[in-house]
């Protein structure tokens, strides 16, 4: 059974950093794309940001660009996603997707074409 696990959230305070894990069960490149979503309280799932595991350039939801920065770590089977200058708008439950999407864009690409989710982590950031 494949499976994603995501970890590294906890509560920060504005401006601080914190690096989320989301470490998988099957090699990362098995999947063309991971990305990372998030989902606060009363609001919509969106998407932040995605890597295509296979090559070609990351990509960043504006709420994430110039802060945030995922990486993948094919040894590990680790995608990590890197928030530095957190901001309360930041706070949300954050899950790790895998699949075959059209584009590996999490902002545009339909949430049933990451066919492999994980449970997720807690972010709160406070101001």
């Known amino acids: 059974q494949v499976r994603l696990v995501e970890s590294g959230g906890g509560s920060v305070q504005a401006g601080g950093s914190l690096r989320l894990s989301c470490t998988t069960s099957v090699y990362i490149d098995s999947w063309d794309c991971v990305a990372w979503f998030r989902q606060a309280p009363g609001k919509e799932r969106e998407g932040v940001a995605s890597i295509a595991t296979r090559g070609s350039s990351p990509f960043y939801a504006d709420s994430a660009k110039g802060r945030f920065t995922i990486s993948q770590d094919n040894a590990k089977n680790t995608v990590y996603l890197q928030m530095n200058d957190l901001r309360p708008e930041d706070t949300a439950m954050y899950y790790c997707?895998?699949?075959?999407?059209?584009?590996?864009?999490?902002?545009?690409?339909?949430?049933?074409?990451?066919?492999?989710w994980g449970q997720g982590t807690q972010v709160t950031v406070s101001a």
């Open positions: 997707a895998a699949g075959y999407p059209q584009q590996c864009t999490p902002t545009t690409d339909p949430p049933w074409s990451f066919g492999s």
